[in-house]
């Protein structure tokens, strides 16, 4: 997620310009990363709803729909319930008849996150605005942009959104259809409240939500709690393969698409393993290597994290830093990158990137 120099990774827009802005359309596609997860499904499914709850309300003709990267979490459908969703698959081009007012895209800024709806963006940059909380982004792809590097999920900005566009005070009065999602954005992007990015500001978001009628029990189960025989499997594959390169106090694992193919698993069940190695003390950084493949061949995904403080009492290490070295991005504590190489040649490049 490289910036570009047409323009500087930086909010151009308020919270209230945004729902202005969001307000004076009446057709509107939202957009996220490929494989979404809760974060990037929760704010879009929630702002979708709330523009066509707005405009059921003033008896505007309108639609708002959401768009998909594939390959969708298992539990997507029970979140998208009757909200209009196209899901595009892989190679697939995006639907071509519908021409929207207003193209939203929350949870990335990145070209690389969005391409399989490159072209579709590029064809309406003058009508696109950015909803995000990461540290780089395209400047270039919108000049209306909201962003908030400080949040710990792109759901906080989008629900002060909500609440504007509905004219509400608080998120504790959100109707329940809409609440849901957004507590599912900041449960998954905070691992259930538990990562170092939860502070005040996530906990009072997800008291107002539970006010609003949101059933954590019932959604943890639902997302956290149905797990596949195959899952299990690529996990015993992980952790095989397990490296610990202690000089760096990093763990490293990988997965091949061979390994997917023997655990009978799909791409998107590998969620969560990279965070299995932070249970050893001394390791600060971790990181999950896997092989994929697109039209140009070969690709590895890295997926890293790091703990808040060393065990030794070392400072952090700033894993969006290390991606950036590898042409990725995020968080300071969370981050990605792709890496037009394989396992191997990937994996020496990371160990060079770390400090």
């Known amino acids: 997620m490289s910036m570009t120099d047409s323009g500087t990774w930086t909010s151009t827009i308020t919270p209230a310009e945004m729902a202005n802005w969001i307000g004076s359309k009446r057709t509107c596609v939202l957009l996220t990363h490929t494989k979404p997860d809760g974060d990037a499904m929760g704010s879009t499914l929630a702002l979708a709803r709330t523009i066509n709850l707005v405009n059921r309300t003033t008896g505007a003709v309108s639609a708002a729909e959401c768009w998909y990267g594939s390959p969708m979490p298992e539990w997507a459908p029970n979140l998208m319930g009757s909200t209009k969703v196209r899901t595009v698959e892989y190679g697939q081009n995006p639907p071509g008849s519908f021409d929207p007012e207003a193209v939203i895209i929350c949870d990335t800024g990145a070209w690389v996150q969005l391409d399989p709806f490159r072209e579709f963006i590029e064809e309406r940059l003058d009508r696109t605005a950015i909803i995000d909380h990461h540290l780089q ?186 991606c950036q070295k590898l042409g990725g991005g995020g968080h300071a504590r969370a981050s990605g990158a792709r890496v037009r190489a394989n396992l191997a040649e990937t994996k020496k490049q990371l160990i060079a990137a770390l400090p």
Not at 185 to 196: C, E, I, Q, V, Y
């Open 137 to 322: 982004g395209d400047a270039e792809i919108a000049d209306h942009r909201l962003l908030d590097t400080s949040a710990a999920a792109v759901v906080q900005p989008v629900a002060d959104v909500c609440c504007r566009l509905l004219g509400l005070a608080s998120p504790s009065k959100l109707p329940l259809d809409i609440a849901t999602p957004l507590y599912v954005g900041l449960a998954t992007d905070t691992g259930w409240f538990r990562h170092s990015n939860v502070d005040a500001r996530v906990m009072r978001l997800a008291a107002d939500l539970l006010e609003a009628g949101v059933e954590h029990t019932s959604l943890m189960e639902l997302i956290e709690q149905r797990d596949r025989a195959s899952r299990l499997r690529l996990m015993q594959r992980a952790l095989t393969t397990l490296e610990l390169v202690e000089d760096k106090h990093c763990a490293i694992m990988t997965l091949t698409t061979a390994d997917f193919r023997a655990a009978g698993a799909a791409p998107g069940e590998s969620g969560g393993f990279v965070d299995l190695p932070r249970t050893v003390p001394t390791i600060r950084v971790t990181a999950l290597l896997t092989e994929q493949e697109d039209a140009q061949g070969v690709f590895t995904k890295i997926s890293m994290r790091s703990k808040p403080t060393g065990w030794d009492g070392q400072d952090p290490v700033d894993v969006n830093e290390v």
